[in-house]
């Protein structure tokens, strides 16, 4: 069973436009997310990461939101642009401040901007 | 080098073979990892190695067998694999964090692309 979803597979929006990726978890024990991105022939390179005392956390041109209540959690980029074009994996961890350094990744979005 | 690094970058293996993954990182954390990526299907942990020692093995088959022999290496040795383990396999590793600190996200390396015939 999933723990992290993300029930999107691809998403294709137009150069500067906002691209918004989506994260669903079941576990209500995980406290921190992180987005990771991933082009082909490469590893995945983290991006952004929030904690559950948090609701919102912006870097640049990526901001992530978490709504506890609902189990979910979204990636905005803004403006999009072509060489975001990528998969984007979600991943949450039971962290407990340093008891555990392990992720549970979710099957990834691949984003395609269109210039 | 810088990072993580993986050789091959990519294996073919008969289902006889025995051939072992390599991953360096050159970041000095205490903490590596093997994941396994297959096809439309999440990253899964493998392996975590904690300041060398296993913390946790994920339920993986005996055929996959991780060795670190320092905080530096970690490989992947595969022996008698089934075509359905064809998949890629990342290496990441970041500094474990402690108790009451800040959360350190992982680094992974570029994976090998294994296939088995």
Known sequence: ?115 | ETGVTQTPRHLVMGMTNKKSLKCEQHLGHNAMYWYKQSAKKPLELMFVYNFKEQTENNSVPSRFSPECPNSSHLFLHLHTLQPEDSALYLCASSQLSLAGGSYNEQFFGPGTRLTVL
């Open chain 1, 1 to 115: 069973d999933q723990q992290v979803k993300q029930n999107s597979p691809s998403l294709s929006v137009q150069e500067g436009r906002i691209s918004i990726l989506n994260c669903d978890y079941t576990n209500s024990m995980f406290d921190y997310f992180l987005w990771y991105k991933k082009y082909p022939a490469e590893g995945p390179t983290f991006l952004i990461s929030i904690s559950s005392i948090k609701d919102k956390n912006e870097d640049g041109r990526f901001t992530v939101f978490l709504n506890k209540s609902a189990k979910h959690l979204s990636l905005h980029i803004v403006p999009s642009q072509p060489g975001d074009s990528a998969v984007y994996f979600c991943a949450a961890s039971a962290w407990y401040g340093g008891a555990t350094n392990k992720l549970i990744f979710g099957t990834g979005t691949l984003l395609a901007v269109q210039p």
